[in-house]
Structure formats: structure tokens, C-alpha cells
């Protein structure tokens, strides 16, 4: 009789558990790319996954949670990519206007994936705690420097990331256009007290 690895077995479990939650969350973004979380549902997850509608709620409650997975991951990728050019830049200020340039930058290049963003945003669950955590970092540090008159560091954050997403629904809806990144983040830094860049 073989010796059964039970530590072995439960790790590949979690590995296949893994798998079939990306294959989810996958199916979700290419759904969400195209509509709002409203319009789509299960039926449409479980069929684009190639899963059961069992296995869709093993991994996800509703659609908003699995939107909010899709965010999650979105804000994730996209704060792994700044993430090292981000962090070459001493000025709290120049962090902060550097990610929101690439940020939209993205977004006009890419429709599809400003879509999905907006989509996910929608979710219960807070959109890009990653990319949050790192400008609410920004903010205080630039509070504790005298640089923006708005002290509140959630409040400052609710300001950017909320000008953010309407820069982005702007783009979808009317197309990019080439001064909006620069003016769109002017207008951020003058909401949150700084009358240049």
C-alpha cells in the first residue's frame, strides 16, 4: 500500500482552489471590461470560466465580489508596476502626481481596462487598498511637510482617488484627449492645496 503525503495532498488542493479562483476572476474582468457588474451574472461567469455554478460560489458571494477580486488585482498589478519608479522619487508630491499621471496615461491608452476599473470601483469592497496605502503614505508626508492646506489624510485620498475615477469615466465616455492628464492633475494638487506643481 502507498504512503499517502497528506501535507503534499492538502497543497495541491490549495494550488487547484488558486487556479480555478484566477480562472474566475479572469472570466469576471473580460465580462467587466464590456458592462457594468449589473448586467452580468453568474450564468454568464460560470460559462466564460468553464466552471460550476457550485465552484462560483465556493470562491465569491455575488458579482460585486467577484468585481471586487477583479479591482483588487487590477490596483495590485498596477501598483507593482510603479512601485520601483515610484519609489525613486524622494518628493512626496512627485510620487503622488507620478501615479496619477501613469494612472491615466493607462487609461487613455487602454479603454478596456479604464473600464474595468471604473467597474470594479463600484464594488462594496474598497478599490486599490495598495494604491491607497501608498498615497495616503504620500499625503502624510506631505501634511507633516506644510505642503497641501487639506490635513485630513482620508479626506485628501477620498479628493484624488475620487477626481481619479472621474478623469477615467471622462476618457470612456468622451475618449482621451491630450491635456486632460496635465490639467486633471492640476486641478488635484490645487484641490488639495498646492497652487503649482
Given at each position: 500500500?502507498?504512503?499517502?503525503?497528506?501535507?503534499?495532498?492538502?497543497?495541491?488542493?490549495?494550488?487547484?482552489?488558486?487556479?480555478?479562483?484566477?480562472?474566475?476572476?479572469?472570466?469576471?474582468?473580460?465580462?467587466?471590461?464590456?458592462?457594468?457588474?449589473?448586467?452580468?451574472?453568474?450564468?454568464?461567469?460560470?460559462?466564460?470560466?468553464?466552471?460550476?455554478?457550485?465552484?462560483?460560489?465556493?470562491?465569491?458571494?455575488?458579482?460585486?465580489?467577484?468585481?471586487?477580486?477583479?479591482?483588487?488585482?487590477?490596483?495590485?498589478?498596477?501598483?507593482?508596476?510603479?512601485?520601483?519608479?515610484?519609489?525613486?522619487?524622494?518628493?512626496?508630491?512627485?510620487?503622488l502626481s507620478f501615479a496619477f499621471m501613469k494612472f491615466l496615461e493607462r487609461a487613455s491608452a487602454d479603454t478596456d481596462w479604464a473600464r474595468l476599473v471604473i467597474q470594479s470601483s463600484q464594488s462594496p469592497i474598497e478599490f486599490g487598498m495598495g494604491v491607497r496605502a501608498n498615497l495616503k503614505a504620500d499625503i502624510e508626508e506631505a501634511?507633516?511637510?506644510?505642503?497641501?492646506?487639506?490635513?485630513?489624510?482620508?479626506?485628501?485620498?477620498?479628493?484624488?482617488?475620487?477626481?481619479?475615477?472621474?478623469?477615467?469615466?471622462?476618457?470612456?465616455?468622451?475618449?482621451?484627449?491630450?491635456?486632460?492628464?496635465?490639467?486633471?492633475?492640476?486641478?488635484?494638487?490645487?484641490?488639495?492645496?498646492?497652487?503649482?506643481?
Amino acid at each position: 500500500m502507498a504512503k499517502v503525503d497528506l501535507a503534499r495532498r492538502a497543497e495541491i488542493g490549495r494550488e487547484k482552489r488558486a487556479r480555478t479562483r484566477a480562472q474566475i476572476v479572469e472570466a469576471g474582468a473580460t465580462l467587466l471590461g464590456g458592462r457594468t457588474h449589473e448586467a452580468i451574472t453568474v450564468d454568464a461567469v460560470v460559462e466564460a470560466a468553464g466552471v460550476a455554478k457550485g465552484t462560483f460560489y465556493y470562491h465569491f458571494k455575488s458579482i460585486g465580489d467577484l468585481a471586487a477580486a477583479v479591482g483588487a488585482g487590477l490596483s495590485q498589478s498596477f501598483d507593482e508596476l510603479l512601485s520601483p519608479a515610484r519609489l525613486e522619487r524622494r518628493d512626496p508630491i512627485e510620487r503622488l502626481s507620478f501615479a496619477f499621471m501613469k494612472f491615466l496615461e493607462r487609461a487613455s491608452a487602454d479603454t478596456d481596462w479604464a473600464r474595468l476599473v471604473i467597474q470594479s470601483s463600484q464594488s462594496p469592497i474598497e478599490f486599490g487598498m495598495g494604491v491607497r496605502a501608498n498615497l495616503k503614505a504620500d499625503i502624510e508626508e506631505a501634511i507633516a511637510q506644510g505642503r497641501v492646506s487639506v490635513r485630513d489624510v482620508e479626506l485628501a485620498a477620498d479628493i484624488a482617488i475620487g477626481i481619479w475615477l472621474e478623469v477615467t469615466r471622462g476618457i470612456v465616455a468622451r475618449g482621451p484627449r491630450p491635456e486632460t492628464t496635465s490639467q486633471a492633475l492640476d486641478a488635484t494638487l490645487r484641490a488639495l492645496g498646492l497652487s503649482q506643481r
